[in-house]
């Protein structure tokens, strides 16, 4: 594998770091003119996106590396007086991209490796933010057969890239997220970016896509067959998951969409505008830059709560664990009726964690701006929290970490350790004022508090 990327790595050197040979018209010695993916290689050569090697090749089926994925990508943006870095010749386009917000810092240890089509599809969405997000997203997990193996990190991304019409799928119904893209579907996937008449809306059907089907070139050649055309959706047929969770070797798989149609059937913290959840929601994201705020705000509750409780002592890193916590401690934090400065509680965390060898899972399933109404207090974020203790030697204090009101402290007594349990709540954040000085990078949210709609519920089947 070392060899493959290694060679994959010299040839992408040679495309942006050499003397590089533009064709277009079908110029290029190894594509023949029938190439499913001729019109949008040909597209983007013209406008100098990319370019073949010197030998006269265009290497379609080569994997594209993830700085050259950048480089495209920036560049098809309108970037075009970026020059290569004297250094690496990447670095450039990949600063540029962290100012427009299609990566972060901490998303690629490594540049010089292929992309994953689940990262392709990720700078993608984020390239394309400002437009207006597809109602079919929703449809996009029952539809797409192996959705669930997305990482979770880019699964809102990809449910974008399918509504939006940037990417298509494998003609067997399939996503496959960690598979590598190759230069003929990077270069189709980025005509679709910047020309809208290029891309295939997502408009599933009731019939199931043919499993016999070739699985080749598909972002890029052919719709997800039947299941991916142009005819009106039926919302009313049975999806391929007909299940809202269950627990397979270990883990648990769930349906967002089955669970959020069970979310916004319970009652809403008061609010003087509206009562009902969908009402309320539909009120604070009727606008554009409401949704993509309130998108922004899905993302950083979801992602403090697992960074807060996804915890294992056997593998404590108590510096590192600690910055990740000061990210979402920007205010005094209240903990068992004690107030304790951000730093202090980071620290108490991590000292719990080895004291009472705490091992923990903790999954919180939500949907993006859907999922979010405002309060009188602020705003909520209504979700499934999912969670795990493998080990943990201090089961009463689980009531005062997952801050439960004193009448589920009894449900406490009945939990057993590696078994997966659930319960649907409300997380209200906010955007504390604070007198304390704070010198550490931090997200403008906070997690305010809890508001339980359910039981502490074991997940069938296990």
């Known amino acids: 594998m070392k060899k493959i990327i290694l060679v994959t790595f010299i040839f992408l050197s040679l495309t942006f770091n050499s003397t590089s040979i533009s064709a277009t018209n079908n110029n290029f010695t190894d594509i023949p003119k029938n190439h499913w993916a001729m ?14 090697f010197p030998d006269g090749t265009f290497k379609p089926n080569f994997n594209i590396n993830i700085d050259a994925f950048i480089k495209m990508t920036v560049t098809a943006l309108g970037y075009k007086d970026i ?37 392709m599809s990720s700078i993608i969405v984020k390239a394309i933010k400002k437009e207006k997000k ?4 929703y449809l996009v997990e029952s539809y797409v057969k192996d959705f669930l193996t997305t990482s979770y990190r880019y699964q809102e991304d990809v449910k974008d890239s399918y509504a939006l019409g940037i990417i298509t799928g494998l003609p067997d119904g399939t996503f496959r997220p960690t598979n590598y893209s190759t230069r003929a579907e990077a270069s189709t996937i980025i005509h679709r970016m910047i020309d ?18 070739s699985d080749t070139d598909n972002d890029s050649s052919n719709e997800l067959n039947s299941a991916n055309n142009n005819a009106d959706t039926d919302t ?13 070797k270990g883990k648990v798989v769930y349906s967002t969409e089955k669970i959020m149609k069970i979310l916004k059937k319970y009652p809403i913290i008061e609010n003087m505008d509206s009562n009902s959840f969908i009402e309320n929601n539909e009120m604070y994201t009727d606008q554009e830059i409401e949704r993509q705020e309130y998108d922004y705000l899905s993302r950083e509750t979801k992602e403090c709560l697992e960074t807060l409780f996804n915890r294992d002592y056997t593998m404590l890193d108590r510096d590192n664990y600690s910055e990740k916590l000061l990210y979402w401690l920007r205010a005094w934090w209240n903990y068992k009726n004690i107030e304790y400065k951000p730093q ?6 991590a000292n719990e964690t080895e004291k009472w060898k705490v091992q923990q899972d903790i999954i919180f399933v939500t949907d993006s701006y859907r999922s979010i ?11 499934r929290m999912y969670f795990k203790y493998n080990k943990h030697e201090n089961l009463d204090n689980i009531k005062y970490e997952l801050e439960l009101p004193e ?56």
């Not at 690629?108 to 089509?117: G, L, N, S």
């Not at 109404?373 to 979700?383: C, E, H, K, L, W």
């Not at 209200?428 to 010198?439: D, H, K, Q, S, Y």
Request: charge should be negative; glycine fraction near 6%; hydrophobic fraction near 30%.
């Open 134 to 137: 597809a109602d079919t997203r």
């Open 83 to 119: 020059k290569n870095a004297d250094d690496y010749w990447a670095a450039n386009y990949i600063d540029k991209a962290l100012e427009l917000g299609l990566i972060t810092k901490d998303q690629f240890p490594v540049y010089q490796k292929p992309i994953t089509r689940e990262e």
């Open 373 to 383: 109404y405002g309060t009188n207090d602020g705003t909520a974020v209504r979700g």
């Open 39 to 52: 019109p949008n290689i040909n597209h983007l050569v013209s406008i100098n996106v990319i370019n073949g």
């Open 407 to 462: 009448q589920m402290y009894t449900q406490i007594k009945d939990l057993q350790i590696n078994k997966w349990y659930y319960v649907d709540v409300d997380v209200e954040m906010g955007r504390p004022m604070t007198n304390l000085n704070i010198t550490w990078e931090t997200s403008k949210y906070m997690l305010g508090r809890y508001n339980y709609l359910s039981n502490i519920q074991l997940v069938e089947g296990q």
């Open 236 to 248: 009313s047929i049975n999806t391929p998951i007909e299940y809202i969770h269950k627990v397979e």
């Open 344 to 349: 202090e509680f980071a620290e108490l965390w």
């Open 196 to 213: 809208k008449n290029q891309r295939k809306p997502f408009k599933p059907q009731m019939k199931e896509p043919d499993s016999n089907t």
